[in-house]
């Protein structure tokens, strides 16, 4: 089995080509620059297209078109470049288009900075653009696990025949880890769309269309869309629980967030206070059920977010008032530490800073 020393973006790329993906559509924004120049490297070696759009509101509509046609197919940006983009993901979810979107989020908002992020998990999570939809979003905590989701989205992209993103930030594209690598999927071998617009031999033409004048109609359309979605609700929704065994309180964070609120909680496991990891690895669908299987044990919850807190309203929803949140973030493209994030879990241990925001700093 292969391994490699690899930058997050790169192992997303990698991940993409391996999973069948054989066309890219993007414009370069720090921090995810390598997954172009990666792809824009590679891609032509096994017969693929990487083509730099004029702007990220043509790339969309590029990927649109490919998807269309039944290709498996990706573009990736940062913050205000997916901003660009969400009038075409509306339109890709409403067509139901399989193809996969990296986000790697900045600092904003505005066009911010170019340090890490999660300020934008509204606009993934909440639909983003137009109308009523969902993208699965999915958030790696390590370069490996940027590596699988990227070629399991392939696939969910597929079955589900809708726009999946990997939410990342800067650190997760930037940082070097080992990646083992999986096998490529064999193209011959993934199922035929019989939908595409790949030219009508010997059929009658595919229509792909997101119009619908009569209400009633569209109506319907969207009621389609959503038992889709109430389906990945079913199916999709997953979590990593890290020492919650026997927790009487509980952090909850996701991507660069978690893997320095591990550390934390080792930290203050050491210092006898009984606190775990929850993790969300689907931010849609949000993992309520499981979160909801801690309640019993957890008293008290902890969000930590790189953002002036979005997650935490998710969170909150999920446990329905039964346990009270407080929350610590750091914005701006700052990271929490370790040390701060203990001395959040300290505070919600003494019962300061419960359902208030005097955890922030």
Request: glycine share 10%; proline share 5%.
């Amino acid at each position: 089995m292969e391994k490699r020393l690899m930058k997050g973006n790169e192992a997303i790329a990698e991940a993409a080509i391996r999973a069948g993906c054989r066309y890219f559509f993007g414009y370069p924004i720090t921090p995810q620059n390598e997954i172009p120049e990666y792809m824009a490297l590679h891609l032509p070696q096994y017969g693929g297209v990487f083509l730099q759009a004029e702007s990220e509101v043509s790339a969309i509509n590029m990927v649109y078109g490919a998807a269309g046609a039944g290709a498996r197919v990706m573009t990736s940006s940062s913050s205000p470049g997916i901003s660009l983009k969400m009038e075409g993901i509306s339109y890709i979810a409403a067509a139901e288009l399989p193809c996969v979107i990296v986000n790697m989020m900045r600092g904003g908002p505005g066009l911010g900075g170019i340090q890490p992020s999660q300020a934008d998990y509204f606009q993934a999570v909440k639909g983003g653009g137009h109308g009523d939809y969902h993208m699965t979003v999915l958030a790696p905590a390590s370069v490996q696990e940027a590596f699988d989701l990227t070629m399991e989205a392939f696939e969910i992209a597929d079955y589900y025949r809708n726009p999946v993103m990997i939410l990342g930030d800067g650190v997760i594209g930037q940082m070097m880890e080992g990646v083992v690598l999986r096998e490529p999927v064999k193209l011959e071998e993934l199922k035929e769309k019989e939908w595409a617009t790949d030219g009508a031999v010997n059929r009658e033409p595919n229509i792909i269309n997101s119009l619908f004048l009569d209400a009633v109609k569209l109506e319907e359309h969207n009621l389609k869309l959503k038992a889709k979605y109430d389906l990945m609700r079913e199916r999709e929704a997953r979590a990593e629980l890290y020492k919650m065994d026997d927790a009487e309180y509980a952090v909850v964070a996701y991507g660069t967030s978690a893997r320095i609120s591990r550390s934390a909680v080792d930290e203050a496991r050491k210092k006898g206070i009984r606190v775990g990891l929850i993790r969300p690895v689907s931010l849609f669908p949000f993992p309520e059920k499981i979160i909801r299987s801690t309640i019993a044990k957890t008293r008290t919850y902890l969000v930590v977010e790189m953002s002036l807190g979005q997650m935490i309203e998710d969170l909150k929803l999920a446990l329905n008032g039964k346990r009270p949140v407080c929350f610590y973030g750091r914005t701006g493209g700052i990271l929490p530490l370790v040390d701060e994030i203990l001395e959040s879990i300290e505070l919600m241990r003494r019962g300061e800073g419960i359902e208030a925001d005097c955890c922030l700093s």
